[in-house]
T-cell receptor
Framework: ETGVTQSPTHLIKTRGQQVTLRCSSQ?????VSWYQQALGQGPQFIFQ???????GRGNFPPRFSGLQFPNYSSELNVNALELDDSALYLC?????????????FGPGTRLTVL | AQSVAQPEDQVNVAEGNPLTVKCTYS??????LFWYVQYPNRGLQFLLK??????LVKGSYGFEAEFNKSQTSFHLKKPSALVSDSALYFC????????????FGAGTRLFVKA
């Protein structure tokens, strides 16, 4: 069984640029959620994808967007990067939409915006 | 609105002593509660969850958690701490009102001294 993987591990961008982060879900999982974890804080929910459709969104602006592909892998895109976007971005997969399902997290992508 | 509070930024305990990491929550419906652990430069790992039933939940690595509905708490416990338990612990909540969002606490750093 393959776990959740994310790429790249680290990324440095400048303000105003655009970035794409990638996530491969755990085998058999069709739901992917993305989180932003700022330094010293808990993960903040960005959005969730289920079977290629956005299923829910947290309090993030539209410049945060995503995709889920037929193989259930996913991308997070952030446009017009701001300094406050610097954070660890975590992808988590789970099986189905049940609220009591635990999530399996990837190692994260550390984004630094200069 | 859902919320999670972890009142202690840091917990210090000697190896072999019992440990408790505190968590309180607020949800609209019935809660689904989770504990995750994060090691440096790693994603979050699932420890245990409460769905319904027995108020004492047992999880990975000898951890357990006690659900208390009247106090809206879900404290993480371990009878005998190990140095290797030193990490960042997150409490998280969802509810059964059809929500998709997982709300995480700010985290508690556990230091276990040899």
């Amino acid at each position: 069984e393959t776990g959740v993987t994310q790429s790249p591990t680290h990324l440095i961008k400048t303000r105003g640029q655009q970035v794409t982060l990638r996530c491969s879900s755990q085998s058999g999982h069709n739901t992917v959620s993305w989180y932003q974890q700022a330094l010293g804080q808990g993960p903040q929910f960005i959005f969730q994808y289920y079977r290629e459709e956005e299923n829910g969104r947290g309090n993030f602006p539209p410049r945060f967007s995503g995709l889920q592909f037929p193989n259930y892998s996913s991308e997070l895109n952030v446009n017009a990067l701001e300094l406050d976007d610097s954070a660890l971005y975590l992808c988590a997969s789970s099986s189905g939409l049940a609220e009591n399902n635990e999530q399996f997290f990837g190692p994260g992508t550390r984004l630094t915006v200069l | 609105a859902q919320s999670v509070a972890q009142p202690e930024d840091q917990v210090n305990v000697a190896e072999g002593n019992p440990l408790t990491v505190k968590c309180t929550y607020s949800v609209s419906g019935n809660p689904y509660l989770f504990w995750y652990v994060q090691y440096p430069n790693r994603g979050l790992q699932f420890l245990l969850k409460y769905i319904t039933g027995d108020n004492l939940v047992k999880g990975s690595y000898g951890f357990e958690a006690e659900f208390n509905k009247s106090q809206t708490s879900f404290h993480l416990k371990k009878p005998s701490a190990l140095v290797s338990d030193s990490a960042l612990y997150f409490c998280a909540v969802r509810d059964d009102t059809g929500g998709f969002k997982t709300i995480f606490g700010a985290g508690t750093r556990l230091f276990v001294k040899a």
